[in-house]
T-cell receptor, first 111, second 116 residues
Framework: QKEVEQDPGPLSVPEGAIVSLNCTYS??????FMWYRQYSRKGPELLMY????GNKEDGRFTAQVDKSSKYISLFIRDSQPSDSATYLC???????????FGAGTQVVVTP | GAVVSQHPSWVICKSGTSVKIECRSL??????MFWYRQFPKQSLMLMAT?????????EQGVEKDKFLINHASLTLSTLTVTSAHPEDSSFYIC????????????FGPGTRLTVL
């Protein structure tokens, strides 16, 4: 079993819709939960991170963590074509422990 | 700030040859650099962790004699794929850490390696 599971998609949504992404993980020792955006043939860039259960908002993005279910989510409101990318979750144990990445979900926002 | 570059951005080589990929932190000194490999539609897989002036730590299953890592300075790490084979074709991404927080790991743009 992979430590982090993420549906690779693709997920296609119309412009303005809410994009809902999620990952599940198996190791309860994970402490930090990250979301990265990766455009084609580019390196990942950090969108948001959190370390506690609950919601964290940043503009159109909301990250949600449910440690009891080992489930994390990212919501993108009012999606734009420029949001079309691959979104990867990454989970970390104890600060500078290794990042465990999900497979990434490809999102396509159609005008 | 916090820009990480990689060179080359893509490379094509013949089977059996060696390829060197550079990773540079342009505006900060990186305490640690990481090398990842990413196959199409798959997650980033950590290959090795590199600290300046010391030997790299390789992940299980990664051949250290095939993937040579040299962390020559606080701003430069190199990955050399020796005797490359078609199965080594992949997207290689480095990252560099600026500080101790998890949000201070910055990724390079990646290098696409194609071995013919």
């Amino acid at each position: 079993q992979k430590e982090v599971e993420q549906d690779p998609g693709p997920l296609s949504v119309p412009e303005g819709a809410i994009v809902s992404l999620n990952c599940t993980y198996s190791n309860s020792a994970f402490q930090y939960f990250m979301w990265y955006r990766q455009y084609s043939r580019k390196g990942p860039e950090l969108l948001m991170y959190t370390y506690s259960s609950g919601n964290k908002e940043d503009g159109r993005f909301t990250a949600q963590v449910d440690k009891s279910s080992k489930y994390i989510s990212l919501f993108i409101r009012d999606s734009q074509p420029s949001d079309s990318a691959t979104y990867l979750c990454a989970i970390v144990i104890r600060g500078w422990g290794k990042f465990q990445f999900g497979a990434g979900t490809q999102v396509v926002v159609t005008p | 700030g916090a820009v990480v570059s990689q060179h080359p951005s893509w490379v094509i080589c013949k089977s059996g040859t060696s390829v060197k990929i550079e990773c540079r932190s342009l505006d900060f000194q990186a305490t640690t650099m990481f090398w990842y490999r990413q196959f199409p539609k798959q997650s980033l897989m950590l290959m090795a962790t590199s600290n300046e002036g010391s030997k790299a730590t390789y992940e299980q299953g990664v051949e250290k004699d095939k993937f040579l890592i040299n962390h020559a300075s606080l701003t430069l790490s190199t990955l050399t794929v020796t005797s490359a084979h078609p199965e080594d074709s992949s997207f290689y991404i480095c990252s560099a850490t600026r500080g101790l927080s998890v949000n201070e790991q910055f990724f390079g743009p990646g290098t696409r390696l194609t071995v013919l």
